[in-house]
């Protein structure tokens, strides 16, 4: 069983940064693939980036490339994604997530836990 709980959410000017945390409760988190999903108003949930469980893979959604990153520290039970040169677009509520998986995936298949999200809102 995994709890997780997102932070770092906020209002921030078109070209600044952010950075959110997901911290994990659990015996094993280091054994998790972990991912950061997004909803802005309106639209489905998406991807943005995850992580593998050893965290020798990463995949990000196109839009984020270049811009995105995200890392585990495995020793504090956490999951970072660092944003730099936000967009309006970027506006949503970002949540984590966790699950067992072999390969890393694009979609919330897989993931079976969640946090509650953080709020991120971009100005322009």
């Known amino acids: 069983h995994v709890q997780l709980v997102e932070s770092g959410g906020g209002l921030v000017q078109a070209g600044g940064s952010l950075r959110l945390s997901c911290a994990a409760s659990?015996?094993?988190?280091?054994?998790?693939?972990m991912g950061w999903f997004r909803q802005a108003p309106g639209k489905e949930r998406e991807f943005v980036a995850a992580i593998s469980a050893s965290g020798d893979v990463t995949q990000y959604q196109d839009s984020v490339k270049g811009r995105f990153t995200i890392a585990r520290i495995n020793a504090w039970n956490t999951v970072r994604l660092q944003m730099n040169s936000l967009k309006p677009e970027d506006t949503a509520v970002y949540y984590c997530?966790?699950?067992?998986?072999?390969?890393?995936?694009?979609?919330?298949?897989?993931?079976?836990?969640w946090g509650q999200g953080t709020q991120v809102t971009v100005s322009s």
């Open positions: 659990g015996r094993s988190f280091s054994s998790y693939a």
């Open positions: 997530a966790a699950g067992l998986m072999t390969t890393i995936k694009a979609d919330d298949r897989g993931y079976d836990y």
